[in-house]
């Protein structure tokens, strides 16, 4: 009776053990799951943010550009008023070019395009930070996982749940080549 308890114990202890490990090999898997995600989020959030910043600083450049070739055109017609002497020509003009500064002054008193190229350039490299962390975790967990699943007794648990190894981070052929910021 006595040996009958020992090997009820022994075998207890043997399925608590398999369960332990089975459960462990859930975590490592699971983790290994969620680190790819959050590698797929931060490629999802750069596909997102690059055209749409790309898009802001553009059309703040742009309007930089027409503001001030209207006040380069002002400025051109004012010049040719005076050379030519026609009084009412350069009082147009004048009003051409006092109107043109005004509206700049007053509705964009400070012009942004070149902080927006900056803020451009610092949130490509955050993006690009974010993600080399995503691939840098993902790679931790992976190893984690498949050190796990080759090893005993993992193996033997992983092998009976149908877990095997996962492969790690491979860069697309060509990703190596800095991705174009095109502003047409």
């Known amino acids: 009776m006595k040996n009958s308890y020992k090997v009820l114990g022994i075998v207890g202890v043997i399925i608590l053990v398999c369960f332990m490990l089975a459960n462990h090999t859930i975590s490592l898997?699971?983790?290994?799951?969620?680190?790819?995600?959050?590698?797929?989020?931060a490629y999802q959030e750069r596909a997102d943010l690059v055209p749409n910043l790309v898009a802001t600083v553009k059309a703040a450049a742009d309007f930089e550009s027409e503001t001030y070739t209207a006040i380069a055109?002002?400025?051109?017609?004012?010049?040719?008023?005076?050379?030519?002497?026609?009084?009412?020509?350069?009082?147009?003009?004048?009003?051409?070019?006092?109107?043109?500064?005004?509206?700049?002054?007053?509705?964009?008193?400070?012009?942004?395009?070149?902080?927006n190229f900056i803020s451009l350039q610092d949130q490509l490299e955050g993006t690009e930070n974010r993600i080399r962390v995503a691939r840098n975790y993902y790679s931790d967990s992976v190893n984690a996982y498949n050190g796990y699943v080759k090893r005993f007794p993992g193996n033997l648990i992983a092998g009976i749940m149908g877990y095997d190894s996962v492969r790690y981070y491979e860069a697309d052929a060509g990703s190596e080549t800095v991705p174009a910021v095109n502003f047409n």
Do not use: C, F, W
């Open 29 to 41: 898997h699971e983790e290994m799951l969620k680190q790819k995600s959050y590698l797929s989020a």
């Open 73 to 115: 055109n002002s400025r051109q017609s004012l010049n040719n008023a005076i050379v030519s002497g026609d009084d009412a020509e350069m009082a147009k003009a004048e009003r051409e070019l006092t109107e043109n500064i005004n509206i700049m002054v007053e509705a964009y008193p400070q012009l942004t395009a070149n902080q």
